[in-house]
């Protein structure tokens, strides 16, 4: 992915990710969290021990769309990747932009037995569209129901006769394999294979 450093500056309302790292996250089928790594508990100034085994709710921000959490968590099950977009939390209710990818983990039987998450930085176009369609959404949850933000969300991207996967790479302005490589950077696992040759 070519990335253009003018467009990655810092959002003014959240946190600012580093483009070079990446966070991640691993839950079971029934949304738990199992581990964390070092980026995402500095960039959400979580313990380890305080995460471990809780609902992966506490990631999402407020403003963060239930009929969005719900459609990701869908799609996730059906396809082995899926790519999304997260308005996640700290523990001081910071909010932070990311650009999601979700990875099925199968068992020895072929079955899905749980997700990693990964997480990296989401351009600042992006956020600025994708914000408006979250504001409305929240809107509809608030004063109607989520199922009635569900509708709308159907009827949103039937208008722009796209997919959810393909309004995500529309909004971030790639495609799935320029998205893959952008989740191939993470200077911390370059850095942690360094050390790892050098003890051998």
């Known amino acids: 992915m070519t990335l253009n450093y003018n467009i990655m500056g810092e959002n003014k309302n959240c946190k600012h990710l580093n483009v070079e790292r990446k966070a991640k996250l691993k839950f079971d089928a029934n949304n738990k969290i199992l581990y964390a790594n070092n980026y995402f508990l500095e960039i959400t100034n979580n313990p380890i021990h305080e995460i471990i085994l809780k609902d ?11 009929s969005i959490q719900e459609l990701t968590m869908t799609l996730s099950r059906i396809y082995p990747v899926q790519y ?5 939390v700290t523990k001081d209710s910071d909010c ?3 650009f999601v990818k979700t990875i099925q983990n199968l068992n020895e039987h ?3 037995s749980g997700y990693t998450m990964e997480i990296k930085l989401l351009p600042n176009p992006a956020v600025s569209k994708i914000e408006k369609l979250f504001e409305v959404l929240k ?11 569900k ?8 208008e722009k006769n796209m997919s959810y996967q393909d309004f995500i790479f529309n909004i971030t302005e790639v495609n799935e394999k320029k998205a893959e490589k952008y989740f191939e950077i993470d200077s911390e696992a370059v850095s ?5 040759k050098s003890w051998f």
């Open 84 to 88: 999304g977009i997260l308005k996640g």
């Open 151 to 158: 509708k709308y969300l159907n009827g949103y991207l039937e």
């Open 56 to 66: 992966l709710d506490l990631i999402f921000h407020k403003e963060m769309p239930v």
């Open 96 to 98: 932070y932009w990311g």
């Open 110 to 112: 072929n079955e899905i």
């Open 139 to 149: 809107e509809i949850e608030n004063n109607a129901s989520v199922d009635a933000a």
């Open 192 to 196: 942690s294979n360094k050390k790892k």
